[in-house]
């Protein structure tokens, strides 16, 4: 199993053959996450984060249907991937994250989101996670930059960014899921910069 991160020196083999960090401090605790590739055991953690509560932003829960078929993206996801976000010290699983090509602009990008359990959120966790996916999107090459796209009125997501060293370019028009028009902020990692 590859394992990657960002913020710490020595690493794991990824996928591509890129070598990687293997862990990226918390901000909160100096907690550590490690970033798992997603596998096929991995679909109860999309049922966990099906809820009203962690979908309100992202046009509430989606049908099991819907479930398998987003699974099955994870699981072949390429170029990009998504990740189960894990403790390093104890191995448990408090969310996910991931990064994909998007068109944006006139362009190609990397676009990346994430979801921390609710037992596991406000300890720095999404912010550290954050961190080490610039790490890995960094280490894939093929695009300059990473965007984020929270909702402009969501907090929590927002200072994520800014805690993970991103850059608010502004608002933008945004549909999520399609169909459903919100507004979000632009949010820019250059990975050309350390």
């Known amino acids: 199993m590859d394992i990657v991160g960002g913020g710490s020196v020595g690493g794991n083999e990824g996928r591509n053959g890129a070598v990687g960090p293997t862990a990226a401090r918390a901000d909160a605790g100096n907690v550590a996450v490690l970033l798992v590739p997603w596998a096929e055991d991995d679909l109860w953690l999309l049922r966990r984060t099906n809820s009203p509560e962690m979908t309100e932003q992202l ?12 699974h099955e993206r994870y699981l072949t996801l390429e170029p990009g ?12 699983t408090v969310g996910s994250i ?9 362009g190609t990008v990397w676009e990346t989101g994430w979801a921390v359990l609710p037992e596991f959120q406000g300890r ?7 961190r080490a996916v ?9 695009h300059r930059y990473l965007h984020a796209f929270p909702q ?9 960014c800014r805690k993970a060293g991103f850059t608010l370019l502004g608002e933008v028009a945004f549909e999520y899921p399609k169909g459903h028009p919100i507004t979000s902020h632009d949010w820019r990692v250059d990975l050309d910069e350390d």
Do not use: C, I
């Open 134 to 142: 610039v790490g890995a999107a960094r280490a894939a090459g093929r």
């Open 124 to 130: 720095g966790l999404a912010s550290a996670a954050a």
């Open 152 to 160: 402009a009125g969501h907090a929590a997501s927002n200072a994520v």
């Open 59 to 70: 046009g509430g829960p989606e049908s099991e249907e819907q479930l398998l078929a987003r």
């Open 98 to 106: 991931g990064f994909w090509e998007r068109e944006w602009k006139g």
């Open 81 to 92: 991937r998504m990740y189960r976000v894990t403790l390093e010290g104890d191995g448990q």
